[in-house]
């Protein structure tokens, strides 16, 4: 169903800016929430600068079921009526909005910022607080309630991110997530590009959605310019991106296995994550895909005897993780942690906005490379993989499943790989564009939308990586449960930081 | 004579303490399919930190450096109670196996105790796990000992492995199962082994002793995993001199008999460990509660 006032267009299409519907803030407004209550996502939803220090806001609408993608904007000034009052959705876009471009979204929540760096706009004094400038967490008091803060530092080698816990007892009742230690910049880097580095910069964005990331943002830029991808090219990105989730999903079944303690799927899954990080290595040289993906095509071709061996070695790692699951599948004192550790149901799925892994083990038949395909997805479909129960057991079977259709698609590829260049011509990108660009990583949804000025240059660049949907999912996932199970949960969900932190 | 041979067991004691850490390790490794880390590695660590500079935070007071020294005296004390397999402890007289329990006990108070006197939020969640699990352990402990005490009419542990182990696995085999049963759970909650606890975790939310010590560093830290180390010996010394009839009269049989009952708990553990997840937080209560059910069955059959 379209949404009223928006224009509908596909995944990886680029339309005129002009065409992108301008309406008053009131309407974009309740626009926004109605389509949110039919059923669509708000894929993403930011503010752009229009030359002349007037901000435009953007909302990205994802309709699952007609596989389209709707936009409208309106124009605000330094304040606007909250979307997030009435559409829960919109509550952390909302956040980043407030904090980059220092324009308060009246009767938002919990206004605070997500990445706590200066606003991009107008000056900040060394001593000003950063805007907006709530700094005080979710606090519950009463007897036998305390507060428990992990991190920024924590004790395994990850990457940095503040948790606060209240808690009565070992009962967690609210956890508070805070990020922004992995700011980088990225989004603003790409302003004014692409240049040499910006496809660098995008594919260290989250270092583990290294084809993700190129992927989407490569479909982003050709279709500014208008520039086909060789099927052979489309091919190998595909096959890129399945060896992607191949390798994180298998490593998340041996963290969580390794999170419960149970040893033997912990360590097999260790060194089958390396072999599938190894097939990616065989095709590019590097275990992260790092330069296999450039705007028009693939920057490696593999030869006949590369495909016969990563056939091989498909059918091993399939094997091998066969025995490392199954070994999860029948244990019960495994099965005891995963089942009803951390529910997130369905309705609360749906209410934020939710993608990928979480958003299936709930039960959302939602998977970019079904919903919205590009690509090779496009003539090889990859079954939607869902379970029901929302915990984390079902976070784990539904990688567990997607592993196996993983599988089934690169080999399906792998016999029947098309001839031919792997990459095209490069064009310039055409001025005064707005394109969406979806791939489903191996995390979940991941977006890239762009705008190009007159010159035909980069004019923004908004990247929603999934972990920035799910971080919320994480907080709701914990509340009611044992302070004990968040780092099961946690593993659950795998959130990226820097994805989030950009 | 028999004077030097028990400080020869008491040594020991103090010397293999840390090699069962050894073998737990490398049994795990074997089923991971690892090479594992050394057999000595333990002493290593000890050793190093015991060479180290100690860091106290400022919040800290006298407690949380005497902690960990006042609980290793107490272990050490112990130490001198429990008989070496069928062999008489040091220091036996009636009711010992209580002092026992409770110099254990007074070791785990001491560690609760400069654990709280952090502040840290991560400190007291382990600490008030801790006490309510060895509360619950006690218990199970207890009763064991004295379905054995019951049924040997000895109220001194020495006594009790001296005296009757040969004969109980004949006239009494159910008791000893029982009794094995629960002190082997015991054995597994009181060192923070899996499926109670996971030494090898890295996440602070799910420890229970690690988290205790989070704050204590160099020696302190070091003298703290001894005394794990001799605590675990101390109850592998009772499972094992209760379960196991190794009571020949040669005495090199009987000692390597006993190092091997040792090695072979170690092994045990490290099997258990590799087999099964730890369990739910919630419900280590059950499982410790179960232990205590198998203690008191074990009393029933001795009073029937």
């Known amino acids: 169903m379209p949404v009223s006032n928006a224009i509908s267009f596909y995944n990886g299409q680029a339309i005129d800016t002009k065409q992108v519907p301008v309406l008053d803030v009131g309407t974009f407004r309740s626009s926004v929430i109605d389509a949110a209550a039919s059923g669509m996502r708000i894929a993403a939803l930011f503010a752009a600068p229009l030359g002349n220090s007037r901000l435009r806001l953007f909302a990205v609408l994802a309709d699952d079921s007609a596989g389209t993608l709707g936009v409208l904007s309106a124009d605000v000034g330094e304040r606007y009526p909250s979307v997030a009052v009435d559409c829960t959705q919109a509550h952390w876009f909302e956040r980043e909005i407030a904090e980059q471009w220092s324009i308060v979204p009246e009767g938002h929540p919990w206004l605070k910022p997500v990445r706590f760096h200066p606003p991009y706009r107008g000056g900040r004094r060394q001593d000003e607080p950063i805007t907006p400038s709530v700094m005080d967490f979710f606090k519950v008091a009463g007897e036998q309630v305390h507060e428990v803060a992990v991190g920024p530092v924590h004790a395994g080698i990850i990457e940095p991110g503040h948790f606060r816990f209240q808690c009565h007892g070992e009962q967690v009742l609210n956890l508070e997530i805070s990020l922004g230690y992995q700011h980088r910049g990225v989004e603003r880097a790409s302003v004014g590009g692409p240049n040499k580095r910006t496809v660098h910069y995008v594919q260290t964005l989250a270092g583990d959605t290294t084809v993700g990331h190129t992927t989407a943002y490569c479909q982003l830029i050709e279709s500014f310019s208008g520039r086909n991808v060789t099927p052979r090219a489309?091919?190998?990105?595909?096959?890129?991106?399945?060896?992607?989730?191949?390798?994180?999903?298998?490593?998340?079944?041996?963290?969580?296995a390794g999170d419960v303690g149970y040893l033997p799927t912990s360590s097999f899954c260790g060194r089958i994550r390396g072999d599938f990080l190894n097939m990616t290595a065989l095709i590019c040289g590097n275990r992260f895909g790092r330069g296999l993906i450039v705007p028009g095509g693939v920057g490696f071709d593999v030869t006949d005897r590369h495909c016969e061996s990563l056939a091989e070695r498909i059918a091993q790692g399939l094997k091998d993780v066969t025995v490392a699951a199954n070994l999860l599948w029948s244990t019960p004192s495994v099965l005891s942690r995963f089942e009803d550790t951390g529910?997130?149901?369905?309705?609360?799925?749906?209410?934020?906005?939710?993608?990928?892994?979480?958003?299936?083990?709930?039960?959302?038949?939602?998977?970019?490379r079904f919903n919205f395909p590009t690509g090779m997805y496009r003539f090889a479909q990859v079954p939607v993989s869902t379970w029901n129960t929302g915990d984390v057991f079902g976070r784990a079977y539904v990688r567990w499943l997607e592993i196996q259709r993983s599988v089934a698609f690169i080999r399906d590829q792998l016999a029947s790989m098309p001839d031919g260049p792997i990459t095209t011509q490069a064009k310039p990108l055409s001025p005064n564009r707005f394109s969406v660009s979806l791939v489903e990583g191996w995390r979940g949804e991941i977006c890239h939308v762009a705008l190009t000025g007159p010159d035909g240059g980069l004019m923004h660049h908004k990247i929603v990586d999934p972990s920035f949907h799910n971080w919320m999912g994480l907080a709701m996932a914990l509340r009611d449960q044992q302070i004990s199970d968040f780092p099961l949960c946690n593993k659950s969900f795998n959130l990226s930081y820097c994805g989030h932190d950009l | 004579m028999m004077t030097t041979l028990k400080l020869v067991h008491l040594v020991l004691a103090f010397v293999a303490a840390p090699l069962l850490l050894g073998i737990i390790n490398r049994t795990k490794a074997l089923f991971a399919g690892r090479r594992g880390q050394p057999l000595l590695q333990a002493y290593y660590d000890i050793w190093k930190l015991l060479?180290?500079?100690?860091?106290?935070?400022?919040?800290?007071?006298?407690?949380?450096?005497?902690?960990?020294?006042?609980?290793?005296?107490?272990?050490?004390?112990?130490?001198?109670?429990?008989?070496?397999?069928?062999?008489?402890?040091?220091?036996?007289?009636?009711?010992?196996?209580?002092?026992?329990?409770?110099?254990?006990?007074?070791?785990?108070?001491?560690?609760?105790?400069?654990?709280?006197?952090?502040?840290?939020?991560?400190?007291?969640?382990?600490?008030?796990?801790?006490?309510?699990?060895?509360?619950l352990s006690e218990p199970a402990l207890l009763i064991a000992l004295a379905a054995v005490a019951k049924y040997t009419g000895c109220m001194s542990l020495s006594d009790m492995v001296v005296a009757t182990v040969p004969h109980l696995w004949l006239c009494a085999g159910p008791i000893v199962v029982l009794v094995g049963l629960a002190l082997l759970i015991v054995f597994l909650s009181e060192n923070c082994r899996i499926p109670v606890d996971d030494p090898n975790t890295h996440l602070e939310l799910t420890m229970i002793h690690e988290v205790m010590v989070l704050d204590h560093s160099g020696p302190d830290f070091g003298i703290i995993l001894y005394s794990a180390a001799?605590?675990?010996?101390?109850?592998?010394?009772?499972?094992?001199?209760?379960?196991?009839?190794?009571?020949?009269?040669?005495?090199?049989?009987?000692?390597?008999?006993?190092?091997l009952s040792m090695a072979l708990l170690a092994v045990l553990v490290g099997i258990i460990e590799s087999s099964m997840a730890r369990v739910r937080l919630l419900h280590v209560p059950q499982l410790l509660v179960g232990a205590t059910t198998l203690s008191i069955l074990a009393v029933v059959l001795v009073l029937r």
């Open chain 1, 343 to 368: 529910r997130v149901p369905i309705q609360t799925c749906r209410e934020l906005g939710l993608v990928g892994v979480p958003a299936r083990a709930s039960g959302v038949e939602m998977d970019c």
């Open chain 2, 230 to 259: 001799l605590k675990m010996w101390l109850l592998g010394q009772v499972l094992v001199g209760l379960v196991v009839p190794a009571h020949t009269g040669v005495l090199w049989v009987d000692t390597l008999a006993v190092l």
């Open chain 2, 51 to 135: 060479r180290k500079g100690a860091v106290y935070s400022r919040s800290t007071s006298w407690l949380f450096a005497a902690g960990p020294w006042i609980g290793f005296a107490a272990v050490v004390a112990a130490a001198t109670l429990v008989p070496f397999g069928g062999a008489r402890a040091p220091i036996a007289f009636p009711g010992d196996f209580l002092v026992l329990i409770y110099l254990l006990g007074l070791s785990r108070f001491l560690l609760v105790l400069s654990a709280l006197d952090t502040g840290s939020s991560f400190e007291g969640m382990g600490a008030s796990r801790e006490v309510t699990f060895s509360a």
């Open chain 1, 234 to 256: 489309q091919v190998l990105r595909a096959i890129a991106l399945e060896l992607e989730r191949l390798a994180n999903h298998t490593g998340d079944l041996g963290a969580l």
